[in-house]
């Protein structure tokens, strides 16, 4: 039989959820008003990415192509080549995700990095963290970078990564599987011009930590996307996540959600000189981050 406390518990869920729902649709409205505003202030020049992807001309063919992706039970991100292969997204759990979601983020952040990085990053050595399938490490190298390496702790991710890099024909990329607390510049060859740190700080259990490893890999700018805790303070929300499908952690733990404050105060503890929070310009983003429940800095260290 439920203790008294349980059922006073019990009784009051009805009215967390109403107040839970209109603080979420006032924080919404106020998303609106500054996506509006934000719009008409300077920023950087928009930044398409390349899509479709570009096909080497020895590649892989159609028929190659869709055989090869067809053999992984999961696919994270929808990939279109030239010539009009196209592929879906899959998971093993019914999570959809929308094709278009790492086209309409890529748009947001990117453009703030090449500003600071004089509009190309020729030259550049790029890190991409958690590297999914190699979305972003194949956008930086035809972005021009010198070199890319990019990793993910899923074996299967890697092999995607490769496969998508022999489509479209690149050597200066490389993928490896690496379990994201083994970075380090000894393993990786050295630290890297720019560090990708996309959709994996709340994957982890040490939000702190992770952030500071992440910058020992850095020389002059860090990317960070990631989902945050939309409430308003410096508050760290602690969850449980299962390993269900490839879109979370690896093994199954405790993960954290900082708010976007609580972020603030870790940067500036670990030292950062200059950190800029990613404002939205747009409402043809993903609907979290207009709901406050991710976002994106660049981090400059020089």
Not at 17 to 38: F, P
Not at 104 to 130: C, N, S, Y
Not at 144 to 171: C, H, T, Y
Not at 179 to 189: A, H, N, V
């Amino acid at each position: 039989m439920p203790s008294a406390s349980g059922r006073q518990e019990d009784a009051t869920k009805p009215l967390r959820k109403i107040v839970r729902a209109a603080s979420a649709r006032r924080h919404r409205r106020r998303q609106l008003r500054t996506i509006a505003a934000n719009a008409t202030l300077p920023g950087p020049p928009r930044v398409e990415p390349t899509w479709p992807l570009p096909r080497a001309p020895r590649g892989p063919g159609d028929a190659d192509i869709t055989r090869a992706f067809g053999k992984f039970p999961e696919l994270h991100y929808a990939y279109k080549f030239e010539g009009g292969v196209s592929l879906t997204t899959r998971y093993r759990t019914d999570a959809v995700t929308h094709p278009d979601r790492p086209l309409q983020r890529f748009r947001h952040f990117m453009p703030w990095l090449l500003r600071e990085t004089g509009g190309t990053l020729k030259g550049k050595r790029v890190l991409d963290i958690a590297c999914n399938s190699g979305f972003w490490s194949i956008q930086c190298a035809l972005l021009g970078a010198a070199e890319v390496v990019g990793f993910d702790a899923r074996p299967e991710l890697v092999e995607q990564a490769n496969l998508v890099k022999s489509i479209v024909g690149l050597d200066n990329v490389r993928f490896q599987q690496m379990d994201f607390w083994e970075m380090s510049p000894s393993r990786l060859g050295g630290v890297f011009d720019v560090v990708l740190n996309l959709g994996i700080l709340y994957h982890l259990p040490k939000p702190l930590e992770a952030l500071e490893l992440t910058k020992a890999m850095a020389m002059e700018h860090i990317v960070l996307d990631t989902v945050i805790c939309a409430e308003r303070g410096a508050l760290i929300r602690v969850g449980w996540e299962e390993p269900e499908d490839i879109r979370a952690a690896v093994s199954p733990g405790i993960v954290m959600y900082p708010t976007r404050r609580a972020i603030d105060l870790m940067l500036k503890h670990l030292g950062v000189p200059k950190f800029q929070f990613v404002p939205l310009r747009t409402r043809d983003m993903p609907e979290v981050y207009i709901d406050g429940g991710r976002a994106s800095w660049l981090i400059s260290l020089r």
